[in-house]
């Protein structure tokens, strides 16, 4: 499918950051479709002084919708040495100034809900244009688990993950489903080895 129908860029050092540039695959202006977050906002000034663009939802697999959204979150661990101190942090990180300046430098979309029709407002006066409702709706079809959730031997399932997603794009397997299962099987022996040593 990368081949024929040239849904994205492909990640061989044949077509890498070379053609299309590591951080911005779209400014390219070689690219017609890509997958993107809102954390990419760093780049959307470039875009819009290059071509027009918008949002959409990526196409769903036989109906069944998955969007592997971001969602950064923090911990307070029952070990940790400072709860008190942490939990002042956490109130000031999330009171709704900081919050909201957060959200602005890094490109996120507050999880508070009282906040996202404030981050729809800003966003829409500065481009119109743009179906900012698609991010927003993403949230309802988050992985679960989500892509970055804690996951035993996370270093080496990260790893074996890359690799598959390397694997389809680069074109080294044709069969997705070839990919999943040699994928689920490598992982397994991650977890398997993992829980073994505990």
Not at 20 to 36: Q, Y
Not at 149 to 178: D, H, K, R, T
Not at 188 to 193: S, V
Request: charged residues 25%.
């Amino acid at each position: 499918m990368i081949y024929v129908e040239k849904v994205r860029p492909r990640s061989d050092a044949a077509a890498g950051a070379s053609l299309f540039g590591d951080a911005d695959p779209l400014g390219s202006n070689r690219l017609g479709v890509w997958e993107t977050f809102s954390w990419m906002s760093y780049a959307f000034e470039s875009w819009d002084a290059n071509f027009s663009w918008n949002i959409g939802a990526i196409p769903s697999m036989d109906g069944h919708v998955v969007s592997a959204t971001n969602i950064d979150t923090f911990v307070m661990t029952r070990s940790g040495k400072h709860p008190d101190e942490a939990w002042e942090v956490y109130k000031w990180l999330f009171s709704d100034e900081i919050y909201s300046r957060l959200n602005h430098n890094y490109g996120g979309i507050p999880a508070k809900k009282d906040l996202q029709a404030q981050w729809l407002d800003e966003q829409k006066a500065v481009r119109p244009n743009i179906d900012w409702q698609v991010l927003l709706d993403a949230g309802q079809y988050a992985d679960n688990p989500n892509n970055e959730s804690w996951v035993p031997g996370y270093s080496e399932v990260w790893n074996e993950m890359e690799f598959a997603m390397a694997s389809i794009i680069s074109g080294l397997y044709e069969s997705p489903e070839q990919v999943a299962d040699d994928l689920n099987s490598e992982v397994q022996d991650i977890l398997d080895e993992y829980w073994a040593s505990k």
